[in-house]
């Protein structure tokens, strides 16, 4: 079945440490993107990619970073630098340009800050 | 793109239709509507769009007004599945999305 997959699906981590949340998906698309979602909140914009071996900054990139190296691949990397980095963090795809075509999201990962 | 303004909360009783409505006063010509919706810790589904016809597909309606400045999502027959916080966006050629705080569905027996 086509889709997107995130992992892990829960991660914990210490303060001062990095850590790297997956994202794949076999779907074909060219774009994807990465939304962090806080409580009673809606989703905003971390990063996104139109194409392999190019992103642009969203919304709220500081502290964040990302590569895309493989069109089926967009890993997001939470650094030392982000201040509040619990949260929920969804990764989405889509066809190239977003002007008609859905987003495609998977299942999320929630990261705690311990 | 345009911002939204969506009521925060809405109750409905299973069986009947749910009707989520959504302004966007300041849309432009070319930017659609789009409507997601977001079930407790997953990912937002995609439900429906539109850019000035009405819309229907196997989930929901979408109506739009001729003024394109406000639209309201069909729920035809809610049921207790459809418990969800609904986003209504709307989107030009931008390659990207802008998620505010939805309105929470509730439906109840």
């Known amino acids: 079945d086509g889709g997107i997959t995130q992992s892990p699906k829960y991660l914990f981590r210490k303060e001062g440490q990095n850590v790297t949340l997956s994202c794949e998906q076999n779907l074909n698309h060219d774009a994807m993107y990465w939304y962090r979602q806080d409580p009673g909140q809606g989703l905003r914009l971390i990063y996104y990619?139109?194409?392999?071996?190019?992103?642009q900054k969203g919304d709220i990139a500081e502290g964040y970073s990302v590569s895309r190296e493989k069109k089926e691949s967009f890993p997001l990397t939470v650094t030392s630098a982000q201040k509040n980095p619990t949260a929920f963090y969804l990764c989405?795809?889509?066809?190239?340009?977003?002007?008609?075509?859905?987003?495609?999201f998977g299942e999320g990962s929630r990261l705690t800050v311990l | 793109d345009a911002k939204t303004t969506q009521p925060p909360s809405m109750d409905c009783a299973e069986g009947r239709a749910a009707n989520l409505p959504c302004n966007h006063s300041?849309?432009?010509?070319?930017?659609?509507v789009y409507w997601y919706r977001q079930i407790h810790s997953q990912g937002p589904q995609y439900i429906i769009h539109?850019?000035?016809n009405n819309e229907t597909n196997e989930m929901a309606s979408l109506i739009i007004t001729e003024d394109r400045k406000s639209s309201t999502l069909i729920l035809p027959h809610a049921t207790l599945r459809d418990t969800a916080v609904y986003y209504c966006i709307v989107r030009s050629t931008a390659s990207k999305l802008t998620f505010g705080t939805g309105t929470r569905l509730q439906v109840t027996l």
């Open positions: 990619s139109q194409i392999v071996n190019d992103f």
């Open positions: 989405a795809s889509s066809e190239t340009d977003l002007n008609t075509g859905e987003l495609f």
């Open positions: 539109g850019l000035k």
């Open positions: 300041t849309i432009s010509g070319n930017e659609y």
